[in-house]
């Protein structure tokens, strides 16, 4: 009985040992992780002068009542703190987000070691809220950058920055990947891949480093979701993953813009009543609602209603993911391209064209043509929900401007344009063509059907 014991004693201290062992080396990795990065990171403080009207006496209007004509301009300077990452030591770059010196008149960057220097600006991407900083002097330090597709959930990782305030520059903290691919966290025109984590991100850690266990930069800290008004940390912070990074950093340091592959589509969730719909045995890929003239996608033959399922050799998990494959994809390069139409698999082949700025305006609004004071687009199965349409053909109208023609004569969101001039349309590709055909005139005649009775409306251009 007695050796038993002290055998169980034996074992219980060898366990208690190894675990401590553990924890001892888990605590060492954290902390040379820490080591390494701190002095890669740095402190980003803007200034901006903002103009303001003054007031007599603190007051809008005189003693009169009225406002004074003339108001003087006054000038106040605007402070604010953000994080940034040394990734070329050599040659002073530094990557920090875009928000953080956006409209920024005076940069300054501050080291680990207290030296402060006026950075200039390389180039920034508001798209991805991106941006390239640059400082000249000498010992610096730099992080390795690792690949963000390795990442898995669940994996620990580490954020770097200045929350707050710049007394607390090089705050640590740890957490785990908490998922990948996250997307719709701004807006739909901005490219998102976040990484989504629990480690603590607060204001003034935008910019800063998120890294895996090895020391390398996985990912530039960007925003934090609150569920409420206050602006601090509640476990869910997004980070722009790196390998999104290289290639934005790469164009702003050699072209000072990004160069971004066109294929001109407009497209949507497949969810599960789409699926339904179009009798579809998967929830992934994205589906083709609107194709922009003369693109890269009508070249290519692709049409409404074809569902993305694979472009190159990767797979389309959803319309953010798309977007992101096709801007990192080199322009003039031939893909193909796997759609389901008609419940068939078909291949098609694209030829991705660089995209343009006015490019980009008209992909921000791709799905909709703004003229003679409307918005129109093409009517979707949602929108024939929402507007409670039967099976009518044309185009709907989502916005009216206030003071135009069109709301003058009471044309309104949910109104169906049938016909221009003498012509039916079905889409708003043929709107557009109809409209360039009545260019001529001084003004159109359309045809406008609401609560299932047409009327015909004349706009002046």
């Known amino acids: 009985m007695k050796k038993t014991i002290i055998i169980f004693s034996i074992i219980f201290m060898c366990t208690v040992s190894a675990q401590n062992s553990v924890v001892k080396q888990f605590s060492d990795a954290l902390a040379d992780v820490a080591e390494k990065a701190n002095p890669a990171v ?3 403080m803007t200034e901006t002068v903002m103009e303001m009207k003054s007031f007599h006496g603190g007051f809008p209007f005189d003693q009169f009542g009225f406002s004074p004509k003339n108001k003087p301009q006054r000038k106040y300077r605007g402070r604010a703190l953000g994080s940034g990452v040394i990734v070329n030591k050599e040659k002073g770059y530094i990557l920090t987000n875009n928000h953080v010196i956006d409209k920024a008149e005076e940069i300054n960057v501050k080291l680990m070691d207290k030296r402060i220097f006026s950075a200039t600006v390389i180039g920034k991407d508001p798209k991805t809220d991106l941006a390239v900083l640059q400082i000249e002097t000498d010992d610096l330090t730099s992080l390795n950058l690792g690949d963000s597709d390795e990442l898995r959930v669940g994996e ?15 705050t640590v903290t740890t957490g785990i990947v908490s998922a990948l691919g996250r997307s719709n966290v701004f807006s739909g025109d901005h490219y998102e891949n976040f990484i989504q984590t629990d480690a603590a991100i607060n204001p003034g850690n935008s910019g800063g480093a998120l890294l895996n266990m090895s020391g390398e930069l996985v990912g530039i800290n960007t925003a934090i979701a609150t569920g409420g008004y206050e602006k601090a940390n509640r476990g869910v912070g997004f980070a722009i993953p790196v390998n999104m990074v290289k290639k934005v950093m790469n164009d ?12 001109g589509v407009y ?10 719909a179009l009798d579809l045995d998967t929830r992934d890929g994205a ?6 003239e003369d693109s890269p996608a009508e070249k290519a033959g692709l049409e409404e209603g074809d569902v993305i399922i694979q472009f190159g050799e990767r797979t389309v998990m959803n319309p953010a993911n798309l977007k992101n494959i096709v801007s990192s994809t080199p322009s003039s390069t031939r893909r193909e391209v796997t759609i389901i139409r008609d419940g068939k698999t078909k291949t098609l082949y694209v030829t991705l064209e660089e995209l343009k700025e006015n490019e980009a305006q008209s992909l921000a609004a791709q799905t909709q043509t703004e003229v003679l004071g409307l918005t129109v687009k093409n009517i979707t199965p949602e929108d024939r929900e929402r507007y409670e349409l039967d099976d009518v053909d044309g185009v709907v109208v989502t916005n009216v401007e206030p003071e ?10 949910g109104d169906v344009i049938t016909r221009v001039g003498t012509r039916r349309i079905s889409s708003k590709k043929e709107f557009s063509k109809e409209l360039k055909r009545e260019k001529n005139t001084d003004s159109v005649l359309l045809l406008v059907k609401r609560e299932n009775i047409s009327r015909f409306y004349t706009l002046e251009r």
Not at 252 to 263: F, K, M, Q, S
Not at 287 to 292: A, D, K, P
């Open 42 to 44: 740095v402190t980003i």
């Open 156 to 170: 620990w990782v580490m954020a770097v920055g200045s929350p707050f305030s710049e007394n607390l520059s090089h």
């Open 404 to 413: 135009s023609k069109a709301a003058r004569e009471g044309l309104r969101p």
């Open 287 to 292: 589906l083709v609602s609107s194709i922009v």
């Open 252 to 263: 702003l340091i050699e072209h000072g813009y990004v160069v971004r592959a066109w294929l």
């Open 267 to 276: 497209i949507q969730e497949v969810n599960d009543d789409v699926a339904k």
